[in-house]
Structure formats: C-alpha cells, structure tokens
C-alpha cells in the first residue's frame, strides 16, 4: 500500500523512537532507505528500550534527549522531511498522580515542537499519535470521529490539547499535521512490565512468567486492537498523502473482543496460562471508559488503510516475539 | 432569581476578582453579605483595574497575587466556600504571539487550583468562566452544549484543556465544580483600551472619543452578548445549585445581531459617532469563527437563568459608565 520510494533517501525525525511503535516505525523507515534519527529519553517508566532498535542499531542515528528539552529539539527539527511526533506519557493512572508531568509532555512539548517546526522548519509534515482515550466513554459504538470529545482523565484531557495544537499549527501556519487517534496497539518491542503502555504488556508478561494474569470489571467490556504493524501503515499513510493533511483519523479493528474472549484467546494460543476476573480497583475504575471501539471508515475512504492482521495472528507474533526476547523487557 | 442568603456570611474567593467581571461579580457577593477575597496580579495587557471595585473597596479583601503562583493559592483556597475562577488570559491573538503564556494561565495554572482544591479544601465549589471559543467555527447554530469542540487558535485549545481539568476532578475526586461558556460578555468596568478583552471595548472607547471605529470583515457576521450583570447573575446561580456539579453551560442571548447592526445600534444609542467596515487584517481573519450565537436552553432549564438585559439597554447603561469614567480605563 505505501510506495516504499516515498520516503527513500528522505530526513526523518521519529520522537519516542526508541518506544514501542517508534522502534517499529523505525524498521519500516530504514528499509524504505529513509535517513532516521530517533530522539528518545529513556524514562524508565514509559516505551523506550535500547533492545528495540538491536537489528537497526547501525542503520539510525540516536539522539538522547527529552522532547521537553525545547533548545535540543529546535535543532533536531532543522532539515527534516518528515516528523512522527510519538513521544508521550500513556499512563492514564500516572496523569492522575502526577498531572504536571503529563501536562509537561502532552502538551506543552507539543507546542514547543510546533513553534520550532513553525520558525525553523515550516514545509516539515507532522504526523501525531493520539489517542482514542480523548473520546472517553463512548456515546455510541462504533467511534467515529464526529464523537464527541469527552476525556475521563488528566491524560486524556492533555493528549486532546496536544492534538489540537498540530490541527491548528496546520490550518493557521500551514505546517502540514495529521493526527490519528490511536487505540489499544499490541506487537513485539511494546512495554510488557507493567500496565503503564496497555493491559495487554503486562497479560503477556504474566502468561509467559506462567503467573495468572488479572481481567479487571466483569470483563465483558469490549475493545478494539491493532497490530503494530498495521498502525506503522497508517503512520507512513498519513505522511505521505497531502490530502491527510489537517485531518484526525481514527484506527480500529473489525473484530473488537470483549477483555473476557481476548484473555482466553491470549491463552489458547499460547497453550496454557491462566486469568483471574477481579473487580476494578477504585483508582482505575474511575477512570475506566466501558466498551469501547472504533470506526476506521474515514481513513480507509481517504487512504486506504485497513487493519491487515487479526487478533489472533497478531497475538501468535506476539507472544513468539516475547518467549525469545522477554528478558530485555523485564530486567531492570 | 438568586436566593441572596446563600452567599450570606460565607467565604468567597474570585479570581481574576479586579477584571471585568469579577469586580461586578465582587458588588453582587458584598450585597449578598459574603466575605470576598479578591485575587488579581494586575498583569497590564489584562482586564485588572483598581478602579472596578472603587465603590465596595473597603468591603472586600484585595490579595496581589498570580494564579500560576502555586504556593500562595494553595494557601488562598484553603477554607473557602465558594471560588469563582475567572482569571484567564482573553486574548486570541496574544495567544498566538506568545502561546506558553496562555498556556500557563489558561491551562497549567488551572490545574494546580484544582489540586490545591483537592488537596487543601475538597469541599469547595467551583464555578468556572470558558468560552464559546472553544466550538471554533460553528456546524449548526444556535450552538448547544453537544456542538463538537473545534478550537481555532490556541487560546480555544488552552481554555479548552482549563475547562475540562475541572470537569474531571469533579467526576473523579468529587470537588464539585460547574463550567460556564460565556459569549461576548461586555457592560461596566469592561477593558475598553483595546481589542484584548471584547471588541466591543475599543468600538466604545472609540465612539466616546469621537473618533470612527472599524468593523472588520462585511460586518454581516452575527454574534450574540451578555450585559454583565445576566452573565454575574448565571455564575451565582451556577454556584448555589448542587444540580449544576459537573455539568457545563452555554450563556447566550436571544437577540443576536450582525456587527454592522450592532455598531449601528452603538452609534445610535449614544446619539453620534461612525464607524468604517474594512477587511479583516490577515491575522484575525485565519483565527475568526464566522457567525455566532449559543443556545441558553439548557443553563434556563437547569437554574432558571434568563438574560434580562437587551443589548439596547446594555449599550446604554455602558455607554453611561464610560462616559462618567472613561480616563480610568484608558490612562497609563
């Protein structure tokens, strides 16, 4: 679907690249022989891991620093074709305890990058990963993106403002932005040692560790979840159409699951492993947004995008991935 | 409509308390009999102004201080019945030219309040002044609360994020608080040296020096105004009412009119001057929303709350003020 050439011998910035979908993102970009820089600050709690980037090590340039850092990313920013803004705070309980911080990076580092793009680089394009956690408890299923917005949590309430900052930058200052509304991405190199990423990192570590792993509610909420590599497609999609430019997309799947049926299809395609259903703890089910999935009607009328791999699938890849390499995800 | 007795003997913190409307609000409150703590840092390109509260001077408390001053609003909440929370950075196009500062004020400071809140004075209730700002270009008119978001500068997107931080500490830590979206507000003690505050400031600061004053555009786009007093009338209704926790309201008017038949009512009501429609300057144009008015159904199905005030009557009662006392909001 993406013309490889687009982004062959092209300057491209990834923030968050040493994370979960920025070291994927990476991969894609190295082979389309794009020239990648991944800026990345290790925060020990969020995505980013060294052990990503192993088999593309020598193909990109990696430069520590935090995208709060507004004089190091006015830099890196120069000559760049292409920016995948990914660097983010995802916990939703840690922008509850800690709603600064959250603030900090969701959304004053995005205005940051937007005023560097604006003075120092203004024909760059941006593609922005947000989140579906903006909507917050859906009105109506699927999602689509004239939902209103309606966030549960400081997270979400930051993400938004983020969001909005790329949608604005591009309509009053002309610096091309996409956005595309994420939700649950599951695959190889995501942060598996606790929830801090998504539910399933911390599924998979259990099942693998052959612990119980715990389903929260009564686990007949419903969800939607993308495979890593279909949500690098629509990340490569957005940057190289025109007509993206300004506009949010959401992904999802066509076959959301109730947390229930993904845990057991988590343990039957491990073939063994176990779950408990528990009640919510207080704090998380505050801000828990029941059934929730989504419409990617408008990004695959607009550029063809569609989810290729299935659950199913793409949990075999998954768990392939993690019974060899677990332990540069686990270790301190 | 306000049962004065609710506020009597009670202890009442207002932000932005020497602006426009916290000093209107601040007379109502001191004619209720409540203790009223005034806080304002008089930041010059903003609607503070010693000589609002002129009249009740020595009935109320008058605390210099910063709302992004953390330390000493966490003490200024403490022990508070009631805050109003109206300081807030108004301007649009300052918010474009320096967008980290509409970002602290409008957004980061907003939330510390409400930390402080719920750290220090869980019980408090908050009213908060947003903005029909925040619809951006509206997609149906009049605009209800269910109208999408779709902030077009980001002054929107900042008030936007202040707005729901409030929301969501109501919803999750139960500091009850109500979010009002004010539209053109004007009347009394209103900044009338520029545009910063409404554009109705400068069009009366002008007309009473005798001089033109321009409309921008083809004049034909309409909005809808509030006179002060309906608008200081909604926040303590919004304030009393334990119905109104969590809940946002649209203020609005039913008689909204194009600029050009506003200008002319000015013109008319004060007996001479003249006014030029002229092309909008680039800068506003790519941030102006077109035609606007809000829907007060909801706000006068919940609390009652009705504008009382034509805009003819308004222009004349303003029209009175400035003439009285202009050189207090056009000196140095």
Same mark, same amino acid.
């Given at each position: 679907?993406?013309?490889?050439?687009?982004?062959?011998?092209?300057?491209?910035?990834?923030?968050? !690249?040493l994370?979960?979908?920025?070291s994927?993102?990476?991969?894609?970009?190295?082979?389309?022989?794009?020239?990648?820089?991944?800026?990345?600050?290790?925060?020990?709690? *969020? !995505?980013?891991?060294?052990?990503?980037?192993?088999?593309?090590?020598?193909?990109?340039?990696?430069?520590?620093?935090?995208?709060?850092?507004?004089?190091?990313?006015?830099?890196?920013?120069?000559?760049?074709?292409?920016?995948f803004?990914?660097?983010?705070?995802?916990?939703h309980?840690?922008?509850?305890?800690?709603? %600064?911080?959250?603030?900090?990076?969701?959304?004053?580092?995005?205005?940051?990058?937007?005023?560097?793009?604006?003075?120092?680089?203004?024909?760059?394009?941006?593609?922005?990963?947000?989140?579906?956690?903006?909507?917050?408890?859906?009105?109506?299923?699927?999602?689509?993106?004239?939902h209103p917005?309606?966030?549960v949590?400081v997270?979400?309430?930051?993400?938004?403002?983020?969001?909005? %900052?790329?949608?604005? *930058?591009?309509?009053?200052?002309?610096?091309?932005?996409?956005?595309?509304?994420?939700?649950?991405?599951?695959?190889?190199?995501?942060?598996?040692?606790?929830?801090?990423?998504?539910?399933?990192?911390i599924?998979?570590?259990r099942?693998?560790?052959?612990e119980?792993f715990?389903?929260?509610?009564?686990?007949?909420?419903?969800?939607?979840?993308?495979?890593?590599?279909?949500?690098?497609?629509?990340?490569?999609?957005?940057?190289?159409?025109?007509?993206?430019n300004?506009?949010? %997309?959401?992904? !999802?799947?066509?076959?959301?699951?109730?947390?229930?049926?993904?845990?057991?299809?988590?343990?039957?395609?491990?073939?063994?492993?176990?779950?408990?259903?528990?009640?919510f703890?207080?704090?998380?089910?505050?801000?828990?947004?029941?059934? *929730?999935?989504?419409?990617?009607?408008?990004?695959?009328?607009?550029?063809?995008?569609?989810?290729?791999?299935?659950?199913?699938?793409g949990?075999?890849?998954?768990?392939?991935? *993690?019974?060899? %390499?677990?332990?540069?995800y686990?270790?301190?």
């Amino acid at each position: 679907m993406i013309n490889r050439e687009t982004f062959a011998r092209k300057r491209v910035l990834v923030t968050g !690249g040493l994370g979960f979908i920025g070291s994927n993102l990476a991969r894609c970009l190295v082979d389309c022989g794009a020239e990648v820089t991944l800026v990345d600050s290790l925060i020990p709690e *969020y !995505g980013g891991n060294l052990f990503n980037i192993d088999p593309i090590r020598t193909r990109v340039k990696v430069n520590f620093s935090d995208v709060r850092d507004e004089h190091s990313m006015k830099y890196l920013v120069r000559n760049q074709d292409y920016l995948f803004n990914l660097a983010g705070q995802t916990s939703h309980l840690d922008s509850m305890n800690d709603p %600064y911080t959250d603030l900090e990076i969701n959304t004053r580092a995005q205005l940051s990058i937007l005023e560097s793009c604006r003075r120092n680089n203004p024909d760059i394009k941006i593609v922005f990963a947000s989140t579906r956690q903006i909507y917050g408890r859906p009105q109506y299923l699927p999602v689509d993106e004239d939902h209103p917005l309606s966030p549960v949590d400081v997270n979400g309430i930051n993400k938004m403002a983020g969001e909005w %900052y790329h949608l604005v *930058y591009n309509n009053v200052y002309r610096v091309r932005a996409t956005v595309l509304r994420l939700t649950n991405t599951y695959g190889p190199r995501m942060r598996i040692k606790d929830a801090r990423q998504t539910f399933l990192g911390i599924w998979i570590r259990r099942v693998i560790e052959g612990e119980p792993f715990l389903v929260y509610g009564d686990g007949l909420q419903r969800r939607d979840f993308n495979y890593v590599d279909d949500v690098t497609d629509a990340l490569l999609a957005a940057a190289a159409s025109e007509k993206a430019n300004g506009e949010i %997309y959401n992904l !999802g799947a066509d076959d959301p699951l109730s947390l229930k049926d993904t845990a057991q299809l988590l343990v039957d395609t491990l073939g063994k492993g176990s779950y408990e259903i528990v009640p919510f703890p207080e704090e998380r089910k505050i801000i828990d947004i029941g059934d *929730y999935y989504g419409s990617h009607d408008k990004i695959s009328g607009h550029l063809g995008w569609k989810p290729r791999i299935g659950l199913k699938e793409g949990l075999h890849k998954t768990l392939e991935y *993690y019974q060899d %390499y677990s332990r540069h995800y686990v270790e301190p």
